[in-house]
């Protein structure tokens, strides 16, 4: 299974889907020119290895901000964890900055259209 990792940029997130670690997470900004076109990989990986997960699965978000393209499709990587945790545990963390209410607002919305677990975090640094 091949791992995926993209190193951040200023309009795109930190991507680790790294199948032999078991570190899956996003985290960043996210407001690609293309936001299908940038998340389209994730979801397929997703889709494609759903079967081949073995234990738990820890998904971390830990967005700083994204665009509305972006939101679409961190819900459609969300379909694909709730897809998977039909046949294993899945934990999906959300991680949002102690003053950043939209951050968390978003964690919150998301929590209610998807069934998975959904845990909402808040961090200061």
């Not at 930190?14 to 994730?42: C, H, Q």
């Not at 998977?84 to 607002?105: C, F, H, P, Q």
Request: hydrophobic fraction near 45%; charge should be negative; aromatic fraction near 16%.
């Amino acid at each position: 299974m091949e791992n995926i990792l993209f190193n951040p940029t200023e309009d795109t997130p930190k991507v680790v889907f790294n199948f032999d670690t078991g570190e899956y997470m996003i985290s960043g900004r996210s407001l690609p020119e293309n936001a299908v076109a940038f998340y389209i990989p994730l979801i397929e990986w997703l889709r494609k290895f759903n079967s081949s997960f073995k234990n738990e699965i820890i998904f971390n978000f830990k967005l700083e901000y994204f665009n509305t393209a972006s939101a679409k499709q961190i819900t459609k990587i969300l379909l694909a964890l709730q897809a998977i945790s039909l046949n294993k545990e899945v934990l999906i963390k959300w991680y949002y900055y102690i003053e950043d209410m939209d951050i968390k607002a978003s964690g919150e919305r998301f929590s209610k259209l998807i069934k998975a677990n959904i845990e909402l975090i808040s961090y200061d640094d």
